[in-house]
C-alpha cells in the first residue's frame, strides 16, 4: 500500500518541483500559484494532524472520528440514557460515553475514573472520587509511622553503626553470627525507614497543598494552563471546585461536624465521600465560601 502511494505521490512531487523551480525564474501564472498555494496548505494541515504534540496517528483518528462522537452523544441523549440531572462537559473517546465533569479516561485501567488524581502503580488502581481519602490517609500515616521508627530507632542505629565500624579492626571483635545479624538489621531498618519518610512525606505533602487548593494532579496541569491563557488576556482563572482552604478539607475528609475530626479522621472510617462525582454542588455549609478566587 505504501508502495503505490510512493509510486503516485514520487512524479507528482517531481513535477510539481520542477514547475515551483520554473516558476521561480520566470512569472508564475495564476493558475500554478494558486496549486502552489493549495499543495502548501494541504501539506501543513496533513503535518498539523499528523505530527503535533498531541501524538501522531491518535490525533488524527480522534479528529476524523470527532463527527461520529457528536452523533453518538447526541443519540445517547435522545434515546434517554444520559437523561439525568448530571451535567456532562464531554465525551470520552474512549469509551464513547459521557463524561461528568473531573472525569478522566485511564489508559491503563481503560476506563473513566470519577475525579481522577492520577494512576498509582504502587497499588496498580487509579486513585479518584471513591478512594483519594484512603491513599491520602495511607500516604500520612505511613510517613507518620516511618518518622516515628527512625527517630525511636536512632540510637540503636549508631550504636550498630560503631559496631559494624570495627568488624574490621586488629583483632577483630568478638560478635557472635546473631549480633552481626542484627547491627547489620537495624541499619538496614534505620535507612529503610528515613528513605520511605522522606519519599512519602514528600508525596503527602504535595497532596496536601493540592486538596488546599481544590484540585486534582491532573486538574493541577490543566489549571495551570487555563491561568496562563487567561493571564494573558488579562483576565483571572477561577477554580469552582476550591471553597476555601479549610473547607476544602472537610468537604474531602468528609467532615460535617466538629466530632468527625474525632470519628472521621482520626479513627478508621469507612464513610462514603460527599456527593457521587457526577454532579459537583458543594455541601450547603460551604456555600457562602464557593465564589471564592484561586488565581494559580
Ligand atoms: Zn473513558
Ligand atoms: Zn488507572
Not at 498539523?48 to 501522531?56: A, D, E, V, Y
Not at 440531572?85 to 463524561?99: L, R
Not at 491503563?108 to 491513599?135: A, E, Q, S, T
Not at 518518622?147 to 559496631?163: K, P
Request: hydrophobic share 40%; proline share 5%; charged share 20%.
Amino acid at each position: 500500500m505504501r508502495g503505490q502511494r510512493s509510486l503516485l505521490l514520487g512524479p507528482a512531487r517531481l513535477c510539481l518541483r520542477l514547475l515551483l523551480l520554473l516558476g521561480y525564474r520566470r512569472r508564475r501564472p495564476p493558475l500554478l500559484r494558486g496549486l502552489v498555494q493549495r499543495w502548501r496548505y494541504g501539506k501543513v494541515c496533513l503535518r498539523s494532524l499528523l505530527f503535533n504534540s498531541f501524538g501522531g496517528s491518535d490525533a488524527a483518528i480522534d479528529a476524523a472520528f470527532e463527527p461520529i462522537y457528536w452523533l453518538v452523544d447526541n443519540m445517547i441523549r435522545w434515546c434517554g440514557v444520559g437523561q439525568t440531572d448530571i451535567a456532562t462537559v464531554s465525551i470520552c473517546k474512549k469509551c464513547i460515553y459521557p463524561k461528568p465533569a473531573r472525569t478522566h479516561h485511564c489508559s491503563i485501567c481503560n476506563r473513566c475514573v470519577l475525579k481522577m488524581d492520577h494512576h498509582c502503580p504502587w497499588l496498580n488502581n487509579c486513585v479518584g472520587h471513591y478512594n483519594h481519602r484512603y491513599f491520602f490517609s495511607f500516604c500520612f500515616f505511613m510517613t507518620l509511622g516511618c518518622v516515628y521508627c527512625s527517630y525511636g530507632s536512632w540510637d540503636l542505629f549508631r550504636e550498630a553503626y560503631a559496631a559494624i565500624e570495627t568488624y574490621h579492626q586488629t583483632p577483630p571483635p568478638t560478635f557472635s553470627f546473631r549480633e552481626r545479624v542484627t547491627h547489620k538489621s537495624l541499619v538496614y531498618l534505620w535507612f529503610l525507614c528515613s528513605s520511605v519518610a522522606l519519599a512519602l512525606g514528600a508525596l503527602t505533602v504535595w497532596h496536601a497543598v493540592l486538596i488546599s487548593r481544590g484540585e486534582t494532579s491532573i486538574e493541577r496541569l490543566t489549571n495551570r494552563k487555563e491561568s496562563c491563557r487567561l493571564r494573558a488576556k488579562g483576565k483571572v482563572f477561577r477554580n469552582h471546585y476550591n471553597y476555601g482552604c479549610l473547607d476544602n478539607w472537610k468537604v474531602f475528609l468528609g467532615v460535617d461536624t466538629g466530632r468527625h475530626w474525632l470519628t472521621r479522621v482520626l479513627l478508621p472510617s469507612s464513610h462514603l465521600p460527599h456527593g457521587n462525582g457526577m454532579s459537583w454542588d458543594p455541601p450547603p455549609w460551604v456555600t457562602a465560601h464557593s465564589t471564592s478566587v484561586m488565581a494559580v
